[in-house]
């Protein structure tokens, strides 16, 4: 069973930063695309940065300048760098991998809470 489990998250003044990790098991990151993702209450879940395998990255306008999101294969985890935080983006960050060998498949971790106070 694939897992990916999630650190890092925590309350922070606006203006701080985090650093998420994700780590996977039973899965190698090579070959596979990496995402975060971040569902705040009441809102749908967003799509916050994405590295391909190929390194192909994309970030959502909201944090673009603020957040960077980084693999290193050779561990198994994916990084978001988050600086300059923001009150709206508080939410749960989830990590995603997303399995491009057939079949296809999405993966999620559970989830780390990030509050960041005004």
């Known amino acids: 069973q694939v897992q990916l489990v999630e650190s890092g998250g925590g309350l922070v003044q606006a203006g701080g930063s985090l650093r998420l990790s994700c780590a996977a098991s039973?899965?190698?990151?090579?070959?596979?695309?990496m995402g975060w993702y971040r569902q705040a209450p009441g809102k749908q879940r967003e799509r916050v940065a994405q590295?391909?395998?190929?390194?192909?990255?994309n970030y959502a306008d909201s944090v673009m300048g603020r957040f960077t999101i980084s693999r290193d294969n050779a561990k198994n985890t994916v990084y978001l760098q988050m600086n300059n935080l923001k009150p709206d983006d508080t939410a749960v960050y989830l990590c995603?991998?997303?399995?491009?060998?057939?079949?296809?498949?999405?993966?999620w971790g559970q989830g780390t809470q990030v509050t960041v106070s005004s």
């Open positions: 039973r899965i190698a990151f090579s070959g596979n695309d």
């Open positions: 590295i391909t395998n190929g390194g192909i990255i």
């Open positions: 995603n991998l997303f399995r491009r060998a057939w079949p296809s498949a999405n993966y």
